[in-house]
């Protein structure tokens, strides 16, 4: 009552209304409601009722009553206790009231009960008749609530609880962008920056690492703060009553009252329509970077497992096991790469977003790039029906399913992806490693057009559904040594994929062992042929050196260009390969310059090739020679004058368009 009318009652009844003070007269901008007891007007169910809603409790006694201050510990907290569960203790604030009527103070006497209890936060001593501390009570009770010590610190033991360690310690690793052990003046600044708005002068910062010098001979190193002297500044800030900073920083990193990460920190909402995928973007690519920069200490391009293991001392688990080796590149230690890195983080966020969000959350990419959440770092891409419509897709992701029978090279053409053949060395340590735990996927880098995309790999299951067959290219696998391979690729083709948009491609596996005619109505060529698809593509990971990575790259090209691969219309060439090099490469590169693309577009009639009728191959292109689909076999010595021809020709007849386009807009312009 002397809170809100700021005087003392001439009358004071026993027990005072329910009173609510509004958050903006409190400090902490919190609105409280007071809800007050009397002993001679309530029964022991209503206070039992208050004490189960109540988010903190003050117990008054009289300071100059002894017998009140015995009741605190024979009575008050005992009851207290026994209808509060032992994990969730409300905290308690003791209020010695009557401080007007005695000249010593309480405290004596009560510091031995705080230290018994640990559920006691606080003791204020006060006046209600000359209201002296009466706000300040208040203030300490919101402070008990919203700042707690009990999941802090313990009085008993005068040290930071295991919990509190645990969080300051990802704190402290999150903050250290160099990770070197220590916080310098620049990560100092931004750690107090990002916690409280505001830098430190460089006089403070030296005022801070002082006190710690003081204190403890290993706080400081190298001018900078060690994980030590920072677990002793935030125990010294608690010992001398400002919870509210450790807190502060708590918070803002994510963290509970229970000092876990709060589901909101590490999963924010992000809507996913139908039909869209999701990537990392520029800036979480560049933070990952950075990440795996600051943890590679040999700088080799590589995580060994030790450095592995200190860049997830941030997790409150290993989330990276074995079967990562296998899914990603690496180099011939076993290590993971720094592609192979970001390929696992690609391949999280394209199969479980919220599983990379909360990855995200655990290195703490929202605070160091000052974002509101992680899904800042998400993209979602647009719908694979619109990329068809117009023909064009701004993805970098690209999915590809394997489907294939039993033992016709799956495994095989996966890790081939990931640079591994038959004759490594290490071969028969791989596929041990496999059989324990064996990777689903395979995912890495592909360049097309100048352009890196990522391709994600992956090979059929016993039962086929809809989602496996939500992908963006399919890849028919069959063992040209086994004659029943094939039959299991045509029977998915006619029954899933038949009807469907989806490019496909046959793969002739295991090209290195003797072929065999397949027990089919039609042979893979003659099928391919009947489908409108591209003959089979030969492949082989028994070789001695690193296979190509050239079917990858047409498998990315026939993902990002699905129309060009559906297309009805095709006419035979002999070479339609990716190595840029051959006089049939340059000659493509030219026609698709961005030049001879606008004169033809102005040109009424547009020039089309003819096939030559010397060009008899087995792979096929769109007769509009806008997108080429390419084959691994070079051209002949003999088709090579006549590749030759056609470029001068090609030549020939831009420069004469460009020459005649321009005599025309002369003449125009003359008119």
């Known amino acids: 009552m002397s809170l809100v009318s700021e005087e003392f009652p001439d009358e004071v009844p026993l027990r005072a209304e329910e009173i609510t003070i509004p958050a903006d007269v409190t400090p902490e901008r919190v609105p409280t409601h007071i809800v007050d007891y009397s002993e001679a007007e309530q029964s022991d169910e209503q206070l039992y009722q208050e004490i189960s809603k109540a988010n903190v409790i003050c117990i008054v006694y009289s300071v100059n009553n002894k017998k009140s201050i015995e009741k605190v510990t024979s009575h008050w907290i005992p009851l207290i206790n026994d209808r509060t569960d032992k994990d969730s203790r409300v905290p308690l604030i003791l209020v010695g009231n009557k401080s007007d009527l005695v000249e010593h103070s309480s405290m004596e006497t009560i510091l031995p009960i705080m230290n018994q ?16 501390n009466i706000s ?19 009085p008993e033991e005068k040290e930071l609880k295991p919990s509190c360690i645990k969080a300051l310690t990802r704190i402290f690793k999150v903050s250290d962008l160099d990770n070197d052990g220590i916080l310098n003046d620049n990560e100092l600044n931004f750690f107090q920056r990002t916690c409280f708005n505001t830098p430190l002068a460089p006089q403070a910062l030296e005022d801070v690492k002082n006190v710690v010098r003081r204190n403890m001979t290993d706080g400081v190193k190298d001018n900078g703060l060690t994980l030590k002297g920072f677990l002793f500044l935030h125990t010294l800030f608690i010992q001398r009553g400002r919870h509210e900073t450790t807190w502060t920083v708590l918070r ?55 450095e592995v293991k200190d860049l997830f ?33 690609t391949l999280t966020t394209y199969l479980d977003v919220q599983r990379s ?45 394997v489907l294939g029978a039993r033992g016709s090279g799956k495994s095989g053409f996966l ?28 995912i890495s880098t592909t360049y097309v057009y100048g352009q890196e995309k990522y391709l994600l790999v992956m090979p059929d299951f016993d039962f086929l559904s809809e989602a496996d067959l939500a992908c963006d290219v399919v890849c028919l696998v069959y063992d040209v040594n086994n004659p029943r391979s ?24 295991k090209l290195d062992l003797h072929e065999v005619r397949q027990h089919y109505s039609l042979s893979p060529h003659e099928f391919c042929r009947k489908h409108k698809l591209h003959p089979p593509q030969p492949f082989t990971c028994n070789t001695t050196e690193t296979p190509s990575k050239d079917i990858y790259t047409r498998l990315t090209t026939m993902a990002m260009y699905p129309s060009a691969s559906l297309s009805t219309f095709h006419i035979r060439l002999r070479c339609m390969c990716a190595c840029n090099r051959c006089t049939y490469c340059l000659c493509q590169n030219l026609l698709k310059l961005e030049l001879l693309r606008n ?40 088709d090579l004058k006549n590749s030759t021809f056609w470029l001068r020709a090609s030549v020939g007849a831009t420069v004469f368009a460009v020459l005649g386009f321009a005599m025309y807009r002369a003449l125009l312009k003359q008119r």
């Open 117 to 132: 209890y640990q559920d006691i936060e606080t003791c204020v001593e006060c006046s209600a008749k000359n209201l002296k």
């Open 136 to 154: 300040e009570l208040f203030y300490y009770a919101q402070k008990a609530v919203l700042h707690p010590t009990g999941p802090l610190y313990c």
């Open 252 to 306: 803002r990193f994510g963290y509970d009252d229970d000092l876990e990460l709060t589901q909101e920190y590490l999963f924010p909402m992000i809507k996913i329509p139908a039909d869209c995928t999701t990537e990392l973007n520029h800036n979480a690519y560049l933070f990952l970077q950075s990440v795996f920069d600051k943890h590679d200490k040999d700088r080799d391009c590589a995580l060994s497992p030790e």
């Open 313 to 345: 001392k941030v997790f409150p688990y290993m989330p990276w096991g074995p079967d990562v080796n296998n899914t990603v590149c690496t180099n011939d230690q076993g290590w993971i790469t720094y592609q192979g890195y970001l390929s696992q983080w």
């Open 357 to 401: 969000l909360e990855y995200l959350g655990y290195l703490g990419y929202s605070i160091i790039y000052e974002q509101e959440s992680q899904a800042a770092a998400i993209t979602v891409t647009r719908n694979k029906r619109i990329d068809l419509q117009k023909k064009q897709t701004q993805r970098s992701v690209f999915r590809c399913n």
């Open 415 to 442: 890790q081939a992806f990931l640079g591994r053949n038959l004759n490594l060395e290490d071969f028969s340590r791989q596929k041990r490693i496999r059989e324990d735990h064996k990777s689903l996927y395979a």
């Open 486 to 509: 094939f039959e299991y690729c045509a029977k998915v083709y006619k029954q899933y994929l038949i009807d469907s948009k989806t490019p496909c491609v046959v793969i002739a596996a």
């Open 599 to 638: 004169i033809r577009a102005q040109l009424p009639r547009c020039s089309r090739f003819q096939p030559s009728p010397t060009c008899r191959g087995s792979i096929f292109m769109e007769a509009s020679a806008e997108q080429l689909i390419h084959s691994d076999r070079h051209m002949a010595q003999a």
